[in-house]
Structure formats: structure tokens, C-alpha cells
């Protein structure tokens, strides 16, 4: 069964947050919501979030997929933790999928990951970092880096990390299921 970890810290944007780990689980895919510190955590917009452990207790566990919700302050503490820096550097270098949306895609800059690469995110995020290929789509792929541009794009953004993890059929099952 395939495993994709989600990271939510203080100020994350919850909508997208919990349509990824919704979508994600409605494929069957095992997802640990995991945050940054232990007990429930205040999204960007005031929504109280409680993970389901916390990054200390599952940063030496193995995942598929790492995926970062953006949001301020959440992407400024995702950025600044050095635990999140060296995991999603550690995932690269396995071949594993790294995920970003929204302004949190300006983690992986930070990272080093995305330089030369292609990426999309909310507007300016990435504005600093003069090495990414900017896109202005809704959804970038270059190699196993996924990133989004914001909490609109969200749903669309959850089900390409069901098709990559579990195939075109599983993501048109889930996506027939949201009645869209």
C-alpha cells in the first residue's frame, strides 16, 4: 500500500490540508497528517487541526509521497524548520514524490530542490528565487516534484497525487466519487 506523509504546522491553510489527506485516503492510500509540534495546531484561517502524530515521531518512518500545504504564517514555519528542509532533500535523493502547493512550494526553493526545475505557485511566492522555471498553470510535474498554485487548485492537486501514487483508474474512481 502506498504511504504519503502530510505536514501541517501553526498557520497552515486547512481547505488544503484536508482536501489533500480527504482525497488521498478516499484512494486508499495511507496518509499521516503529522505536525510540526504535538496537539492541535490553528490553521491559517482560524480552523483548529489535530494531526495525527507529530513530524519527531514519524521523521525516520518511509513515505511514498511528502506533501507541504502552503499558507501564512504555516509555509514560513515549514520553511524555517530544518527537520522539513533535510526530509524533503532525503526524499528526493530516495526518488520519491515531494508535493507542494500553494506557497509552500517556496520550501522546496529553500531546499535547493527547485532549481531549474519548473514550479507553480501562488503568486510571488517564488518571486526570490530567480533559478525556478516559473509556470503559471495550475499544476507543475517536473520529474517527481509536483506543485500548485493555491487553495482553488487544491482538489485537482489531490487527485494527480492519487494518479501518480495509485493510476489512472484509481484517480477516476475517486474522482467519480466527488460527483464533480
Same mark, same amino acid.
Given at each position: 500500500?502506498?504511504?504519503?506523509?502530510?505536514?501541517?504546522?501553526?498557520?497552515?491553510?486547512?481547505?488544503?490540508?484536508?482536501?489533500?489527506?480527504?482525497?488521498?485516503?478516499?484512494?486508499?492510500?495511507?496518509?499521516?497528517?503529522?505536525?510540526?509540534?504535538?496537539?492541535?495546531?490553528?490553521?491559517?484561517?482560524?480552523?483548529?487541526?489535530?494531526?495525527?502524530?507529530?513530524?519527531?515521531?514519524?521523521?525516520?518512518?518511509?513515505? #511514498?509521497?511528502?506533501?507541504?500545504?502552503?499558507?501564512? &504564517? /504555516? $509555509?514560513?514555519?515549514?520553511? !524555517?524548520?530544518?527537520? %522539513?528542509?533535510? =526530509?524533503?532533500?532525503?526524499?528526493?535523493?530516495?526518488?520519491?514524490?515531494?508535493?507542494?502547493?500553494?506557497?509552500?512550494?517556496?520550501?522546496?526553493?529553500?531546499?535547493?530542490?527547485?532549481?531549474?526545475?519548473?514550479?507553480?505557485?501562488?503568486?510571488?511566492?517564488?518571486?526570490?528565487?530567480?533559478?525556478?522555471?516559473?509556470?503559471?498553470?495550475?499544476?507543475?510535474? #517536473?520529474?517527481?516534484?509536483?506543485?500548485?498554485?493555491? &487553495? /482553488? $487548485?487544491?482538489?485537482?492537486? !489531490?487527485?494527480?497525487? %492519487?494518479?501518480? =501514487?495509485?493510476?489512472?483508474?484509481?484517480?477516476?474512481?475517486?474522482?467519480?466519487?466527488?460527483?464533480?
Amino acid at each position: 500500500m502506498k504511504t504519503a506523509l502530510v505536514l501541517f504546522a501553526d498557520g497552515s491553510e486547512e481547505l488544503e490540508a484536508v482536501t489533500i489527506v480527504n482525497i488521498l485516503r478516499r484512494a486508499g492510500i495511507t496518509v499521516t497528517l503529522a505536525g510540526l509540534s504535538a496537539g492541535a495546531l490553528r490553521g491559517s484561517r482560524g480552523v483548529t487541526i489535530v494531526p495525527d502524530t507529530t513530524l519527531d515521531a514519524v521523521l525516520h518512518d518511509s513515505f #511514498d509521497m511528502i506533501v507541504l500545504p502552503g499558507g501564512q &504564517p /504555516g $509555509t514560513r514555519h515549514l520553511q !524555517a524548520d530544518a527537520r %522539513v528542509l533535510k =526530509l524533503v532533500q532525503q526524499m528526493v535523493g530516495l526518488g520519491r514524490y515531494v508535493a507542494a502547493i500553494c506557497a509552500a512550494p517556496s520550501v522546496l526553493a529553500s531546499a535547493g530542490l527547485l532549481d531549474g526545475k519548473r514550479a507553480t505557485c501562488f503568486p510571488t511566492c517564488l518571486d526570490n528565487f530567480p533559478d525556478v522555471d516559473l509556470q503559471t498553470t495550475a499544476i507543475v510535474e #517536473d520529474g517527481k516534484i509536483i506543485t500548485s498554485r493555491g &487553495p /482553488g $487548485t487544491a482538489m485537482d492537486f !489531490a487527485l494527480i497525487l %492519487v494518479e501518480r =501514487l495509485a493510476g489512472y483508474a484509481k484517480r477516476n474512481e475517486v474522482e467519480a466519487g466527488l460527483v464533480r
